[in-house]
C-alpha cells in the first residue's frame, strides 16, 4: 500500500469554481501535515501546513481526518494562477520525520 | 525573505562522469535534505544530513552517491558514475528544527545525463 495517496487529475475547472482534492495515508502514527504547491518543472513551495482543526488562508481550507487517515484541500473562487500541482506531504507517513511526497493532484484552471 | 539556494540550475554531464550539486541552505537552519524528482513522477527523499552527519537515507542513496558540508555555508550532492536514470531534478531543502516543521526548497538543479 502506498504511504501516500492522491488522485494525479487532472482537475479541470472553470474560473470561480470550488475544487477539493484529498490525500490519505496510511502510517496512523504521521505526525505532521502540508500541502505543497508545484508549477511545472519548479520547486515544491508551501502552500499551507494542516492542523488537526483545520486552518484556513484566503480562499484555501486545509482539513485532517485522523481516523479516516486522509488530509484534504478546498481552494474557493479559483483562478488561472491556480493552475499547477499540488502535492500533499506528510511527516510520519513512513515511520520517520522524513516526509513522505503523493504524486500529486493536477489542477487546471480554465476561463 | 532567506532562500535555499541551488547551482547549477542545469547540468549536462556525459554518463559515467561525477557531478557535484550544490546548494546554500538558510543559515539557521539545521536539517538539510535532499530529493530527487524524475520528470512527471513524484518527488523522492534521497538522504538528510544534520549534526554534520547523515541522518537518514532511502534505497535510492547508494554508494553511488555521497553528501558533504565543506564549510559552514555549503551543502553538496555528489554522484559518482553517472547513469542514464540519474536524469532528474534534484531539490535541495532545509529547515530549522526537526520533527513537524515544513521544508523550504531550493529551485533545484535539472541533472541531464547524456
Known amino acids: 500500500r502506498k504511504e501516500v495517496e492522491q488522485d494525479p487529475g487532472p482537475f479541470n475547472v472553470p474560473e470561480g469554481a470550488t475544487v477539493a482534492f484529498n490525500c490519505t495515508y496510511s502510517n496512523s502514527a504521521s505526525q505532521s501535515f502540508f500541502w505543497y504547491r508545484q508549477d511545472c518543472r519548479k520547486e515544491p513551495k508551501l502552500l499551507m501546513s494542516?492542523?488537526?482543526s483545520g486552518n484556513e488562508d484566503g480562499r484555501f481550507t486545509a482539513q485532517l481526518n485522523r481516523a479516516s487517515q486522509y488530509i484534504s484541500l478546498l481552494i474557493r473562487d479559483s483562478k488561472l494562477s491556480d493552475s499547477a500541482t499540488y502535492l500533499c506531504?506528510?511527516?510520519?507517513?513512513?515511520?520517520?520525520?522524513?516526509?513522505?511526497f503523493g504524486r500529486g493532484t493536477s489542477l487546471i484552471v480554465h476561463p | 525573505e532567506p532562500e535555499v539556494t541551488q547551482t547549477p540550475s542545469h547540468q549536462v554531464t556525459q554518463m559515467g562522469q561525477e557531478v557535484i550539486l550544490r546548494c546554500v541552505p538558510i543559515s539557521n537552519h539545521l536539517y538539510f535534505y535532499w530529493y530527487r524528482q524524475i520528470l512527471g513522477q513524484k518527488v523522492e527523499f534521497l538522504v538528510s544530513f544534520y549534526n554534520n552527519e547523515i541522518s537518514e537515507k532511502s534505497e535510492i542513496f547508494d554508494d553511488q552517491f555521497s553528501v558533504e558540508r565543506p564549510d559552514g555555508s555549503n551543502f553538496t550532492l555528489k554522484i559518482r558514475s553517472t547513469k542514464l536514470e540519474d536524469s532528474a531534478m534534484y531539490f535541495c531543502?532545509?529547515?530549522?528544527?526537526?520533527?513537524?516543521?515544513?521544508?523550504?526548497f531550493g529551485d533545484g538543479t535539472r541533472l541531464s545525463i547524456l
Open positions: 506531504v506528510v511527516n510520519g507517513a513512513g515511520g520517520s520525520y522524513i516526509p513522505t
Open positions: 531543502a532545509s529547515f530549522k528544527e526537526g520533527g513537524n516543521q515544513p521544508q523550504h
Open positions: 494542516v492542523y488537526s
